[in-house]
């Protein structure tokens, strides 16, 4: 997303404030697409290094607006701990920031964190059997989709071991009787694996009413996530469908980019 600095940016290291627009950008995504929680759940990402000088620095959505009022200079700068590293007026949501601290803090690629309580991903994780192997979105994501236990709401730090130990390698996670959540080393990386997730649950969600499902069997679902052009990186790895996505909100309000 080319951009250039805005006086709101004065000041500040160019690199943060390309950031400070993507993640803008993908709030405003969240709500276009209606995957948002009045003022709750999460997109986190970690500033790079030239920024940060080494630290661990992350963005996060100011707690108490809703994704359609997030911005790219309201945005919250926090440690790994939560802390506030600026001196915007918003208080950061502790317990948002817990699941999303040890992901981050976790797994080295956790460049980007997002956690959703849509109906169909919320309806997928309350199920004894989870993700259904049975459509083409599901097919997609064999094999990358780790489960975690619901231990109530995640404010306490010491649910993060059991946390990483059940998510391994996996980008997918389904947070059983609470959402779904992925990470990745972009975030256009994340958003389209989350996409991916969503789409599979609200299918999954639709066909329960229909009678039984035909499977897919795990040969072709480990096919079908080879061939799967949405997570490669020679057709972009989610930029490309980040960037049209990021252009129809500007069609509508590019109010994000002040």
Known sequence: MNAVLKPAAAGMHPDEW?????LA?????????????????????????????????????????????VTASNLLKIDVKGNKLDENPWPVNPAGFTVHAAIHEGLPEAHCVMHTHTTAGVAVACTQGGLAQ?????????????????????????EAPRLLKNIGNKPAVILRNHGLLTWGKTLPLAFVRL???????????????????IAVSPTVAQKTTYDSFQ???????????FDALTRRIDRIDTSYKS
Not at 195 to 210: G, K, S, V
Request: charged share 15%.
């Open 18 to 22: 390309q950031a400070r627009l993507q």
């Open 25 to 69: 950008a993908c709030y405003r995504i969240f709500d276009m697409l209606g995957w948002t929680e009045m003022i709750y759940n999460h997109i986190t990402i970690r500033l790079p290094e030239s920024v940060s000088g080494g630290e661990k620095q992350f963005l996060i959505n100011p707690f108490g607006l809703h994704y359609s009022e």
């Open 134 to 158: 049975n459509n083409f979105y599901s097919a997609q994501l064999h094999d990358l989709v780790a489960y975690h236990d619901f231990e109530g709401i995640t404010i306490h730090a010491d």
């Open 195 to 213: 996409w991916t997730l969503q789409r599979a649950c609200e299918i999954q969600m639709a066909q329960a009413t229909m009678g039984p499902a």
């Open 231 to 241: 997570f490669d990186a020679q057709f972009g790895a989610g930029q490309d469908v």
